[in-house]
C-alpha cells in the first residue's frame, strides 16, 4: 500500500532545482559552521530529498564550493554593472569608490555568510579556500588594471594589502549591522588607505 503522509515535492527544472538547493546552502553555511551543516538540512530547507541533491552535487563540500563559486561571480558582475554605468573619463579614485561599494551591496546582501572564513579561518574545505585564493589573485589583477602603477615592490604590497584591508574594515562593517550611515567612512578609509600605500593615485 503506498503512504500518503508524505509531503508532495514542487517539481522544478534542473536549473531551478540547482538554484534552489544552492539558495538552501547558503542560508544553513550562513547560520552554522561548515562542520555542523548537513545534507539532509539542506536537502529539507530546499524541499528536496537528500537523493535528488546528490543528483546535483557530489557531497557537501562540492556543494560549499559551488556556492562559494556562485558569490564569486555575482561579485564581478555586480561590480562590472557597476562600472560599466559610469562615464567614460572618470577619475581614478571615483573607480575604486564605485567597485569598492559594490563590494559593500554585495556583502549586505548575505553578511554572515561573508564573514564565517574570516572569523573561522582554516574551516571551509581546501577546494573552497583554494577558490578564494584564486579569486584574491583575481581581484589583485583588477586593481592593478584600474590603476596601472609603477613595478615597484611597493606599488606591489600596497594593491595586496588594499584587499586585507578593506576585508577587515569590511567585517567590523558586519559586526555593526552594516549600517548605511557607516558606508562612506567605510570607503573612505579603505581608499585612503590604497592611496597612503601607493604614495599617489597617479602612481
Not at 44 to 67: I, P, Q, V
Request: proline share 5%; net charge negative; hydrophobic share 45%.
Amino acid at each position: 500500500m503506498a503512504r500518503s503522509d508524505r509531503h508532495p515535492r514542487t517539481r522544478l527544472d534542473p536549473d531551478a532545482r540547482r538554484a534552489s538547493l544552492l539558495e538552501a546552502a547558503a542560508v544553513e553555511f550562513a547560520a552554522l559552521p561548515y562542520a555542523e551543516v548537513t545534507i539532509a538540512a539542506i536537502a529539507r530547507r530546499a524541499d528536496a530529498s537528500d537523493a535528488l541533491l546528490y543528483r546535483y552535487f557530489a557531497g557537501k563540500e562540492d556543494l560549499y564550493t559551488a556556492l562559494v563559486q556562485l558569490s564569486v561571480e555575482r561579485l564581478l558582475a555586480r561590480q562590472s554593472a557597476a562600472l560599466a554605468a559610469l562615464p567614460v573619463g572618470v577619475p581614478v579614485r571615483d573607480l575604486l569608490h564605485c567597485t569598492t561599494s559594490a563590494y559593500l551591496d554585495h556583502i549586505a546582501t548575505h553578511p554572515n555568510g561573508w564573514a564565517t572564513p574570516l572569523r573561522s579561518p582554516g574551516s571551509e574545505p581546501a577546494a573552497a579556500a583554494g577558490l578564494r585564493l584564486q579569486a584574491r589573485h583575481d581581484y589583485v589583477q583588477r586593481l592593478r588594471a584600474l590603476l596601472s602603477p609603477s613595478t615597484q615592490e611597493r606599488h606591489e604590497y600596497a594593491l595586496w594589502g588594499y584587499f586585507g584591508f578593506l576585508d577587515a574594515a569590511c567585517l567590523h562593517w558586519v559586526e555593526r549591522g552594516c549600517p548605511d550611515d557607516d558606508r562612506q567612512s567605510l570607503i573612505d578609509a579603505a581608499l585612503g588607505a590604497l592611496e597612503g600605500a601607493l604614495g599617489d593615485w597617479a602612481a
